[in-house]
Nanobody, 124 residues
Framework: QVQLVESGGGLVQAGGSLRLSCAAS????????MGWFRQAPGKEREFVAA????????KYADSVKGRFTISRDNAKNTVYLQMNSLKPEDTAVYYC?????????????????WGQGTQVTVSS
């Protein structure tokens, strides 16, 4: 069964960087799409970035484009989210997710598997 485990969250100052990791197991990830979502208090869970495992095709939310980079390591079965130039508005719980499909999607309703989340806090 598919399991996703996030790590790498923490407290950073505005302008700083963090790298989140998502260790994936139990699935045929060569045909999966992987995504990062985040949820701040009082807000809906929103799309951050996604990658198609097989091709490496990516998609980013406008709010993070140019600052965040999603990538994957096939040998380690791990997806990463490199976050640079962090802003207080980036403060949220970040979730790794996966769905079976051929198109990279921003629609959280299409993602079937979710990690437990990792807290990212950006101070001013």
């Amino acid at each position: 069964q598919v399991q996703l485990v996030e790590s790498g969250g923490g407290l950073v100052q505005a302008g700083g960087s963090l790298r989140l990791s998502c260790a994936a197991s139990g699935g045929t990830f060569s045909r999966y799409n992987m995504g990062w979502f985040r949820q701040a208090p009082g807000k809906e869970r929103e799309f951050v970035a996604a990658i198609r495992w097989s091709s490496g095709s990516t998609k980013y939310a406008d709010s993070v484009k140019g600052r965040f980079t999603i990538s994957r390591d096939n040998a380690k079965n791990t997806v990463y989210l490199q976050m640079n130039s962090l802003k207080p508005e980036d403060t949220a719980v970040y979730y790794c997710a996966a769905h079976r499909g051929v198109v990279v999607t921003t629609n959280r309703g299409l993602y079937d598997y979710w990690g437990q989340g990792t807290q990212v806090t950006v101070s001013s």
